[in-house]
C-alpha cells in the first residue's frame, strides 16, 4: 500500500499539473505548494461531521480510527454522525438555508452547486491535495468546484462496474466482456442461449439505475447541452433505446421490478450472471462462511463497462463530496480535518478497509498496490476516472439532482425497452419533463 | 385607600373569570393552541409552499397556480392520480366486504373467539414497514414463495412476475394493502355489532324475519354511523399510502404504482422541488375532503335510521 513513492508523487504531479485544470496552482511546483499551504486551525475548535451511513464495515471503524488520529494530533475533538445516504441530501440543503448544523456534511452528488454561496472556498485544500497527488479527476473538479472556486472536497465515489460469472461468459462464447457495444450484446445473447441471463435493475432504484445513462451517453444521447438545453429527445437517444429493447430481451424475467438490492440477491443466488453493481457482490461472496459462495467467489470477475460508439468511457457513479458551511466557526480547523482525511496516510488504509468500495479522486491513489493485488478489484480503481458528471453535457445543479431523482433517464430506457412505449414516445416523454427542471 | 384599587382589580378578574364565556375561551385555549400549532401551521404552510417554486433549501418565490398547471400536463402525475384512485377504490371496496363478512362471523358464538380476534387483529400491529419487506420477498421476481409453490405444484411454468409489470404491480400492492387493512374495518365493525340489541334481533325473528331481512333491516341501519366513520378513514388511509408503496416499488414499475403519496415525496425531498412535491399534496386534498363529506352527509344523517324514510 505504500508503494507510492514521493518521488513518483512528483513525476505524476509534474506531468498532471501541466495538463489539468488546477486554478492557479499549475504556477507552482508541488514542493512550493506543500510549503505555501499552511492553515492553523482556530484556537479551542471542536468539529461536527454528518456522514452517509457506511455500506462495508471497514469504511466505519477506519474513518473513526483515522478522525481519533486527528483529534490526538490537533487535540481537535471531532463527532462523526452517520445517516442513510438518502437522507443526508435533504438535511445538508436545510443546514446551509437554516445556517446551522454540523460544520462539514458528507453529502451525495451535486449538492455544493446547490448552495454553493453557503460553503466555504476550498481551493486552497483542493490545490494542495491536487498538486500533491497527481491531480483531481475530471469527474472530481465537475462535482467539486464552482465558478472557478473549490466549495468541496471530494471524497470519491461509490463505483460500479460490470459483475459476471466468468465460466459463464466462457461458455456463452467469450473469453471476457466486449469493450465495445455490439460484442456486449452478442455476450448478453450468448447467455440468455445458455440459460444463464444478464440483469440490470429497470424500477426505480437510486443507484443501480445508473447504468442507463451509460447506456444512452454511450449512444452519444445527452439529457443536456452544454448551454443546458434539453436534447434528450434525439437520434443518438431513439438509438440507444433501440440497443436497451434488444438488451432487454436477453434478461432475466423481472428486472422492470428491480431495486437496488435485487440483483445482489439474484447473482449471489447463482441465478444471475451478468449486472452492474458496486464490488458488495464481490465482498459479500468473498466474506461469506457459505461453501457455495466461497466456490463462487472464484468465478467472480469485474469488468469494465463497454466504451461508448465514440470510444469514450462515460460512466455515472455515485460521488461524495465533503462541504464545509460558512456558520462553521472552525471553517480551518474543518479545512486541516478535511485535508488530514485524504492524505495517503489515511486515505489508502480507509480505502482499503473499504475494500475499494469507495474510489478514489485523485490520480496518484490509482497507484495502490490494492487495487492490483487483487486483480478482480482493477476495474474499480477506475470508475472516477471513467465517470461523466450526472447533468452532462450541461452544468450541475438542483435542475440536473431533479431529473436523476425523478428517474427520468432510467423511466424512458425502462419504457423502450420493455415495449410499453416506442423509442421515439419514450425520448419525447423524457423531453418533456427534463424541460420542466430546466426552464429558468 | 391604597388596597381599593388592587381590591377593585382582583373583583374584575373574579368577574372575567366567572363570566362564561371568558372562562369558556380560556379552557379552550390550549387545545386551541395545538391544534394551531401542530396542524393548521403545518398544514397552511404546506399549501402555501404550493404555490411557490421553492426548493429545499432555498425559499420560493409566489408562482400562483403554475405548479397546478404544470401538473396537470405531467403524464406522470396523471398516471399516479389514476393509480391513486384506483388503489383507494379498489382496495377500499374489498376491505369493506372483507372487513364486514369477517365481522359478522366473529360475532357469531365460534370457539376460542377471544383468540381469533386477537389474531385476526394481527396484521394491523405489526408495523407497515415490517409487513411491507415480508410482501417484498413473497412477490420477489427471483424469490418469491408464492411463484415456487405454484410452481411445485406445477400450475405455472415460470415465476410470477409480480412487481415487473404494471397491472401484477398494482393488484399486487392492492392485496397487500388488503391484507394490512381488513383487520381494522373488521375489528371496528365488531365493536359496532356488539353494540346492537340482541332484543332487535329476537323482536325480529319473532315477526319472522329471515337472516337475510334481519340483516339488511335491523343490523345494516344500526350499523351504519360505524361503517361511515370506518370506511372515511379506511379510504383515508389507503388515499394517502406511502410506505408500501416505497418499499415495495418506489412507484415502479414505469411508475404504475406510484400513488400521489410516494410521487409527492419523490419529487419534494428526493428531487428537493419542494413547491411542486407540496403542490402534489395539496391537490390530494380535494379528494380527501370529497370523502369526508360524502361519509358526513350521505351516511351519518341517513332519516331511515331513526325509522323514518329516506327522500
Request: aromatic content about 12%; charged content about 15%.
Amino acid at each position: 500500500m505504500s508503494d507510492i513513492k514521493r518521488r513518483d508523487f512528483l513525476k505524476a504531479t509534474a506531468s498532471v499539473a501541466a495538463g489539468t485544470a488546477l486554478g492557479g496552482s499549475a504556477l507552482w511546483t508541488p514542493e512550493a505548494a506543500a510549503q505555501q499551504y499552511k492553515i492553523t486551525p482556530e484556537k479551542g475548535a471542536t468539529l461536527r461531521v454528518l456522514r452517509w451511513k457506511r455500506f462495508v464495515q471497514g469504511d466505519e471503524d477506519v474513518w473513526a480510527a483515522n478522525t481519533k488520529k486527528f483529534t490526538d494530533l490537533t487535540g481537535i475533538p471531532v463527532r462523526v454522525d452517520a445517516e442513510g445516504w438518502e437522507d443526508v441530501r435533504p438535511k445538508a440543503a436545510v443546514a446551509a438555508n437554516v445556517g446551522s448544523g454540523p460544520d462539514i456534511i458528507i453529502s451525495t452528488m451535486e449538492d455544493a452547486h446547490m448552495y454553493p454561496e453557503k460553503l466555504v472556498d476550498v481551493s486552497d485544500v483542493a490545490n494542495y491535495l491536487g498538486t500533491k497527488y497527481g491531480g483531481w479527476y475530471d469527474a472530481a473538479t465537475a462535482y467539486g468546484m464552482h465558478d472557478k472556486k473549490w466549495v468541496a472536497i471530494m471524497m470519491g465515489a461509490a463505483g460500479n462496474a460490470l459483475v459476471y460469472r466468468a465460466s459463464h461468459v466462457k461458455a456463452a462464447g467469450f473469453d471476457a466482456v466486449p469493450k465495445d457495444m455490439a460484442g456486449f450484446l452478442k455476450l448478453c445473447q450468448g447467455l440468455k442461449a445458455k440459460g444463464t441471463p444478464a440483469g440490470f435493475a429497470l424500477g426505480n432504484a437510486t443507484g443501480d439505475s445508473s447504468w442507463t445513462h451509460w447506456l444512452v451517453w454511450a449512444h452519444g444521447g445527452k439529457l443536456v447541452d452544454a448551454k443546458n438545453n434539453v436534447v434528450i429527445n434525439s437520434p443518438e437517444t431513439i438509438a440507444a433505446l433501440e440497443y436497451s429493447k434488444q438488451l432487454y430481451e436477453t434478461f432475466i424475467p423481472g428486472t422492470l421490478s428491480w431495486l437496488d438490492p435485487n440483483n445482489n440477491k439474484a447473482f449471489l443466488d447463482g441465478q444471475l450472471s451478468l449486472t452492474a453493481n458496486g464490488i458488495s457482490v464481490y465482498y459479500a461472496a468473498k466474506t461469506s462462511k457459505d461453501e457455495k459462495l466461497i466456490e463462487m467467489t472464484k468465478d467472480i470477475e469485474h469488468a469494465y463497462f463497454p466504451v461508448g460508439l465514440d470510444g469514450k468511457a462515460r460512466e455515472l457513479n455515485l460521488v461524495f463530496p465533503m462541504m464545509i458551511f460558512k456558520y462553521s466557526k472552525y471553517p480551518n480547523a474543518a479545512k486541516e480535518y478535511l485535508r488530514f482525511m485524504m492524505e495517503k496516510e489515511q486515505y489508502v488504509p480507509w480505502q482499503e478497509a473499504s475494500i475499494g468500495y469507495v474510489c478514489h479522486p485523485l490520480g496518484a491513489y490509482e497507484k495502490s498496490a490494492f487495487w492490483t493485488d487483487d486483480p478482480k478489484k482493477t476495474p474499480y480503481r477506475d470508475c472516477m476516472k471513467n465517470m461523466t458528471p450526472n447533468g452532462y453535457a450541461g452544468s450541475l445543479g438542483y435542475a440536473s439532482a431533479a431529473c436523476v431523482a425523478d428517474f427520468i433517464i432510467p423511466n424512458m430506457v425502462a419504457e423502450a425497452a420493455s415495449g410499453s412505449k416506442t423509442p421515439k414516445e419514450a425520448a419525447a416523454r423524457a423531453q418533456a419533463r427534463a424541460e420542466r427542471y430546466y426552464k429558468v | 385607600m391604597v388596597a381599593r384599587p388592587k381590591a377593585t382589580q382582583q373583583t374584575a378578574l373574579a368577574r372575567a373569570l366567572d363570566h362564561r364565556g371568558v372562562l369558556g375561551a380560556m379552557f379552550m385555549l390550549p387545545a386551541a393552541l395545538l391544534l394551531l400549532v401542530f396542524l393548521t401551521y403545518p398544514l397552511g404552510l404546506g399549501t402555501y409552499l404550493g404555490f411557490t417554486d421553492a426548493k429545499i433549501g432555498r425559499p420560493g418565490h409566489w408562482i400562483g397556480l403554475e405548479n397546478f398547471e404544470y401538473l396537470w400536463g405531467d403524464a406522470v402525475t396523471r398516471l399516479a392520480l389514476f393509480n391513486t384512485l384506483f388503489y383507494t377504490v379498489v382496495a377500499s371496496v374489498i376491505k369493506f366486504g372483507l372487513g364486514l363478512w369477517l365481522a359478522l362471523l366473529l360475532n357469531k358464538h365460534v370457539p376460542f373467539k377471544a383468540a381469533l380476534r386477537a389474531v385476526v387483529l394481527l396484521p394491523f400491529i405489526v408495523p407497515t414497514a415490517l409487513s411491507a419487506i415480508a410482501f417484498w420477498w413473497i412477490y420477489d421476481s427471483q424469490f418469491s414463495i408464492l411463484s415456487w409453490g405454484l410452481l411445485k405444484l406445477g400450475l405455472i411454468d415460470q415465476y410470477i412476475d409480480f412487481l415487473g409489470q404494471p397491472w401484477h404491480a398494482r393488484f399486487s400492492t392492492i392485496a397487500a394493502n388488503i391484507w394490512r387493512g381488513v383487520p381494522f374495518v373488521a375489528i371496528t365493525l365488531l365493536a359496532g355489532l356488539q353494540t346492537i340489541s340482541p332484543s332487535y334481533y329476537e323482536a325480529a325473528s319473532l315477526d319472522g324475519a329471515s337472516p337475510w331481512q334481519q340483516f339488511r333491516y335491523v343490523t345494516l341501519p344500526l350499523l351504519t354511523p360505524i361503517i361511515a366513520v370506518v370506511m372515511t378513514f379506511s379510504v383515508l388511509m389507503t388515499f394517502t399510502d406511502f410506505q408500501l408503496i416505497y418499499v415495495l416499488t418506489r412507484g415502479g414499475p414505469l411508475n404504475s404504482t406510484h400513488l400521489m403519496a410516494t410521487l409527492s415525496f419523490q419529487r419534494a425531498i428526493s428531487g428537493g422541488s419542494l413547491g411542486e412535491g407540496a403542490a402534489i399534496a395539496t391537490a390530494m386534498v380535494p379528494f380527501l375532503l370529497a370523502v369526508i363529506l360524502l361519509s358526513y352527509f350521505g351516511l351519518q344523517s341517513r332519516t331511515w335510521q331513526q325509522g323514518g324514510t329516506d327522500k
